[in-house]
């Protein structure tokens, strides 16, 4: 009985093997047959990829033939927060009973007009918000809303183009606050000339090696201008399909002195639907002269940022 079992064992061995390999070779075939359909695939799908974009390129050609000089660009962005808080007996803090209320908003007008030898781009910024913090339990304390960031920044820049990409430009730039008597105390104004770089068409680089810093002030303190290079970058990219993010640096770099040289970086992100969403907005700064006349004993960098709804309205 052990034999025969052994006998019919290697029997369906046997059979098994020529099954195996016919199987194997129809897959093989199977398999070269579906590569060589994919490689045929592929290469029309480049081929039609090559014939849209060639037709896209046509499309935006004959499109900006059509589109009449200047070309104006406008809108607004901004971003408002608001954060209420109230405490009653909470017996955890040293203060049980406080209320607060945080204010804040921030937004940004652009107006652009290009012409076919030239180029005019603006903006301004405003950013404000104010604090009030109350303890009711101290009769004594300040109730009354507070600054908490005061910030106004406009700026005006003219190109020649000299190629589709580089420009003689000239550009004139004003920083100040506006709350609390510091309009123009201090004030900060950029006039100077040299070249604009727009390598994209939403990244504008300008490089102006001859610029004079005036800065205004009523102030104690001996604020200086002076002359040195400016360098301005602003960029605005889709990161998704909601989400959008805006970077403007303006840095000058004074002839006569570290001291007397300053940056602004301000940064926007915003998630919007039907232009309206949650938006983020965060400022940096470095200015050697304001901590000088704050009498700080190091130069602090300087930082804001307000959270909470945006809005986006634009037209072209």
């Not at 000089?69 to 927060?81: F, H, I, K, S």
């Not at 303890?135 to 507070?146: G, H, T, V």
């Not at 040289?261 to 940096?284: E, Q």
Request: with cysteine; charged share 20%; net charge negative.
């Amino acid at each position: 009985m052990k034999g025969l079992c052994t006998f019919f064992a290697i029997v369906l061995l046997v059979a098994w093997q020529p099954i195996a390999a016919q199987t194997t070779e129809e897959l093989q075939a199977m398999k070269d047959e579906k590569a060589a359909e994919l490689a045929t695939l592929k290469g029309e799908l480049e081929e039609l990829t090559g014939k849209v974009d060639a037709l896209k390129s046509e499309v935006a050609g004959l499109t900006d033939q059509l589109t009449p000089y200047p070309r104006w660009d406008t809108g607004l962005l901004g971003n408002v927060g608001l954060n209420f808080s109230t405490f009653n007996d909470w017996l955890l803090r040293d203060q049980p009973n406080t209320s607060a209320v945080n204010i804040g908003f921030s937004t940004t007008g652009i107006a652009n007009a290009d012409f076919e030898k030239a180029f005019w781009r603006n903006s301004l910024n405003l950013t404000l918000g104010w604090l009030k913090f109350d303890n009711r339990d101290n009769p004594d304390d300040n109730s009354d809303f507070q600054v908490s960031a005061d910030a106004f920044n406009i700026t005006s820049l003219y190109g020649y183009k000299l190629s589709s990409k580089i420009a003689i430009s000239t550009l004139g730039e004003y920083r100040t606050s506006i709350l609390d008597g510091r309009f123009n105390n201090p004030g900060y104004l950029d006039i100077g000339v040299g070249a604009t770089w727009t390598p994209i068409k939403d990244l504008v680089v300008v490089v102006h090696p001859l610029n004079y810093n005036f800065v205004f002030s009523d102030a104690e303190f001996d604020y200086q201008s002076s002359l040195g290079a400016k360098v301005v970058a602003d960029y605005t990219r889709q990161l998704t399909k909601s989400i959008a993010w805006k970077s403007n640096l303006s840095a000058f770099a004074s002839y006569e002195g570290s001291d007397l040289s300053n940056w602004t970086w301000i940064n926007g992100f915003s998630t919007a639907v039907k232009g309206i969403g949650i938006g983020l907005d965060l400022g940096l700064r470095n200015n050697k002269q304001e901590a000088l006349a704050a009498e700080k004993t190091d130069n602090p960098l300087q930082t804001y940022w307000i959270l909470g709804l945006s809005y986006a309205i634009s037209s072209k």
